[in-house]
């Protein structure tokens, strides 16, 4: 039997900005295939901010992810942990299902468990977890349990290595996101806050082209001008059935990799 998920798509992740940066192709497509993009992050990205109070800097993020988000009319959340001291609570698990269920998740993307940032392999942590049980009665949240877990998606981290140097499974597909590009840089481009704090971390003059660029490189890859790698969880507990893949079947890349 084909299971149907809900055309809501969740895409959670540690900071404002990682969306834009690892998900935003894929969910503008989505979005033109009539699913609802709701947009969350673990934390107010309190951290990255230059010359500004944490409490300010938090604030900040806030207006711009909510301005990123509005450019597919999505909504945006954020849940309260604390950029670069993110820990995995029961606080935040709960936090997470409540989420999930008020907004009636079928699909969710979040950060990969191997990614370079702390904050994002625990992210992923707490949202893996979160997703498995958001249909369980057992649950102490208000909020009605969803009817299925929801398929999960792991989105890409900067390279395709993990934090040690090794590879990583190669991306289970490849989304040419090219006709998107534009919206892509449009969403990390309400982001503006990022620019000083990349030259100031990295010394890095051009954050969001080096966004552009590391999806032109996942392009180059596999023939296509820009793309998005990404991952479907298949660990016990999770629904398999491809539905991202088969709904963004002409804009997929690599279909042999599907399991
Ligand atoms: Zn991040």
Redesign the pocket.
């Known amino acids: 039997m084909t299971k149907e998920f809900n055309k809501v798509v969740l895409s959670i992740?540690?900071?404002p900005?990682?969306a834009e940066?690892w998900n935003a192709g894929v969910l503008k497509l989505l979005k033109d295939k009539g699913y609802k993009i709701v947009i969350a992050t673990l934390t107010g990205?309190d951290l990255g901010g230059c010359n500004m109070s944490m409490e300010e800097t938090a604030r900040v993020r806030f207006e711009e992810a909510k301005k990123a988000a509005a450019v597919l009319d999505a909504e945006y959340y954020t849940l309260g942990g604390i950029d670069g001291f993110l820990f995995d609570t029961k606080e935040l698990r709960l936090k997470v299902i409540s989420l999930i269920r008020s907004v009636r998740a079928g699909i969710i993307f979040t950060?990969l468990p191997s990614d370079y940032?702390s904050?994002?392999r625990t992210t992923a942590n707490i949202v893996e977890t979160a997703a498995m049980v958001s249909s369980l009665d057992t649950v102490p949240v208000k909020e009605k349990p969803v009817d299925i877990t929801p398929l999960l998606y792991h989105s890409s981290p900067l390279t395709l290595s993990d934090p040690l140097g090794s590879q990583i499974v190669p991306p289970h597909f490849f989304v040419d996101v090219t006709s998107v590009i534009e919206t892509k840089k449009k969403m990390l481009g309400c982001h503006i806050s990022q620019i000083e704090l990349m030259q100031h971390m990295h010394k890095m003059d051009d954050f969001f082209g080096f966004v552009a660029e590391g999806n032109r490189n996942y392009g180059k890859m596999v023939g296509v001008e820009y793309a998005e790698v990404y991952w479907q969880h298949l660990g016990g507990g999770f629904q398999k059935e491809p539905q991202v893949q088969n709904d963004l079947s002409e804009f997929l890349i690599n279909k042999k990799l599907w399991l």
């Open positions: 992740h540690a900071h900005d990682d940066a990205g950060h940032h904050d994002h």
